[in-house]
T-cell receptor, first 116, second 113 residues
Framework: GAVVSQHPSWVICKSGTSVKIECRSLDFQATTMFWYRQFPKQSLMLMATSNEGSKATYEQGVEKDKFLINHASLTLSTLTVTSAHPEDSSFYICSAIESTSYNEQFFGPGTRLTVL | TQLLEQSPQFLSIQEGENLTVYCNSS?????LQWYRQEPGEGPVLLVT?????EVKKLKRLTFQFGDARKDSSLHITAAQPGDTGLYLC?????????????FGTGTLLAVQP
């Protein structure tokens, strides 16, 4: 089956620093990847849609300058949380669509970010 | 803005009991998916329903898509502790530019042994 990985699985950083999270499709090419944010015991909230070779499309209310997304290849998308603050602490999950599997998203295992 | 409301929000039951989780929307979806998520992990797809009125069974889990494709239900028979987790429905619209999923509000299920 299609596998999506995320790195790191967890990260703790100081307030004001930037953190990069990687999302990789391991055995398929993903023209589209999605980034979600999830608070404890809550649902997933879509942050942005990442398309290979083009600018990401952000959902309403998501600061594009704070959450930088780069989809440089068909197997890698990165999310950089710039100047992180404690309120950015959350579980970040990515997903990827396999080009041959219409509309099915394969989810990564998530990255737990804690900002001190 | 959440377009898919799930009920109940929380559910704690004893092993062997039956339960139903509902997913309701005012919008019509081309397809609807159900996921189960365990703490610290990504959601895992359980089923996709695409036809109004469709019923799919996965062992002790029965999924139904409403006739109008606005709602869905998940019924679990004889729940087991291994069924514990966060259940999420998610709707999508075919033909959209981005194939986005709209996630429901979630149902947290705890099955006590």
């Amino acid at each position: 089956g299609a596998v999506v990985s995320q790195h790191p699985s967890w990260v703790i950083c100081k307030s004001g620093t930037s953190v990069k999270i990687e999302c990789r499709s391991l055995d398929f090419q993903a023209t589209t990847m999605f980034w979600y944010r999830q608070f404890p015991k809550q649902s997933l909230m879509l942050m942005a849609t990442s398309n290979e070779g083009s600018k990401a499309t952000y959902e309403q209310g998501v600061e594009k300058d704070k959450f930088l997304i780069n989809h440089a290849s068909l197997t890698l998308s990165t999310l950089t949380v710039t100047s992180a603050h404690p309120e950015d602490s959350s579980f970040y999950i990515c997903s990827a669509i396999e080009s041959t599997s219409y509309n099915e998203q394969f989810f990564g295992p998530g990255t737990r970010l804690t900002v001190l | 803005t959440q377009l898919l409301e799930q009920s109940p929000q929380f559910l704690s039951i004893q092993e062997g009991e039956n339960l139903t989780v509902y997913c309701n929307s005012s919008s019509v979806f081309s397809s609807l998916q159900w996921y189960r998520q365990e703490p610290g992990e990504g959601p895992v797809l359980l089923v996709t329903v695409v036809t109004g009125g469709e019923v799919k069974k996965l062992k002790r889990l029965t999924f139904q898509f409403g006739d109008a494709r606005k709602d869905s239900s998940l019924h679990i028979t004889a729940a087991q502790p291994g069924d514990t987790g966060l259940y999420l429905c998610a709707g999508s619209h075919y033909g959209g530019a981005t194939n986005k999923l709209i996630f429901g509000t979630g149902t947290l299920l705890a099955v006590q042994p």
